[in-house]
Structure formats: structure tokens, C-alpha cells
């Protein structure tokens, strides 16, 4: 098992949070972190984006898709798209996504808040893997 680091906009934390959202999801054009990099068991420590670390989760389950079309794209999103914390109306800005990832978490809770260093890792990174947690806490 691996520890994992979601940056989010502070509606999505919020959400989580407050059990409205409980699959994070991660569309993408090229394969990145975490596509094949997280697993059932594994944990998760959430962030408003320019915040410190305020939750953790657990992976549930993580389902991977590839080649994604449109069609693909509303199949996902119909079936999953209320948990996830969106429609069919983010169909048109998905259609250059190739990979998706939904990571169904569980065991949300608030925990006390530590900032991290992201250097290594690139500014804008939204997503990071780590063997532990404590190799990025300041």
C-alpha cells in the first residue's frame, strides 16, 4: 500500500467532506498519477489547492477506463456521475480525455492539518504518490 495526495478546489473537499461526493475522479488526456498507481486499501490525504492536508480517506475501490469516447464518457457518467459530483453536462469538456480513473473512497474524516512540500514534484501537480505520507510533511 501506498499513501496518495489529492489537491482539490475547496467545493470538492467540501463535498467529500460532507458525504455529497464520494468518488474523486481524474480525467485525463496522457496517463498520469495515479492511473495504475492506487489500489483498494490505500490511503488518501485531501487538500484545498494553497491549503495544508485537513482530510484523509481510504481506497474503497479504483476502476481504471482507457480509449475513452464520448459514448464511454455518458456511460461513466450515468452510472457514476451522481457520486462523483457531475452530469452529462461535463460531457463536451471531457471529450479530449482519454483516461479516467474513479476512486471510490471511504473512512472520510477531518484530521489535523499539516502542510507538505511539493518540490520534486512540480507546482501545479494535483496528484501525488508517495510509500508514506510523512517522506512530503513539513
Known amino acids: 500500500m501506498v499513501d496518495h495526495l489529492a489537491i482539490l478546489k475547496k467545493h470538492w ?16 488526456k496522457q496517463k498520469r498519477t495515479p492511473y ?12 484545498e489547492t ?11 475501490e479504483a476502476l481504471f477506463f482507457d480509449t475513452l ?12 456521475g451522481k457520486k462523483i459530483g457531475i452530469g452529462l453536462d461535463s460531457v463536451p469538456r471531457l471529450l479530449d480525455r482519454k483516461y479516467c480513473i474513479l476512486i471510490m473512497l471511504k473512512d472520510i474524516q477531518q484530521i489535523q492539518p499539516f502542510a507538505i512540500n511539493k518540490q520534486g514534484y512540480g507546482v ?6 508517495v510509500d508514506n505520507i510523512q517522506q512530503i510533511k513539513v
Not at 50 to 60: D, H, L
Not at 69 to 80: A, D, N, Q, S, V
Open 13 to 28: 473537499l467540501e463535498k467529500i467532506l460532507a458525504g455529497e461526493k464520494t468518488i474523486e475522479s481524474r480525467w485525463y
Open 36 to 47: 495504475q498507481k492506487i489500489s483498494k486499501g490505500d490511503h488518501i490525504y485531501l487538500k
Open 50 to 60: 494553497g491549503k495544508p492536508v485537513t482530510a484523509q480517506a481510504t481506497v474503497q
Open 69 to 80: 469516447t464520448e459514448e464511454k464518457i455518458r456511460e461513466i457518467l450515468t452510472k457514476y
Open 124 to 129: 501545479q501537480a494535483a496528484w501525488i504518490t
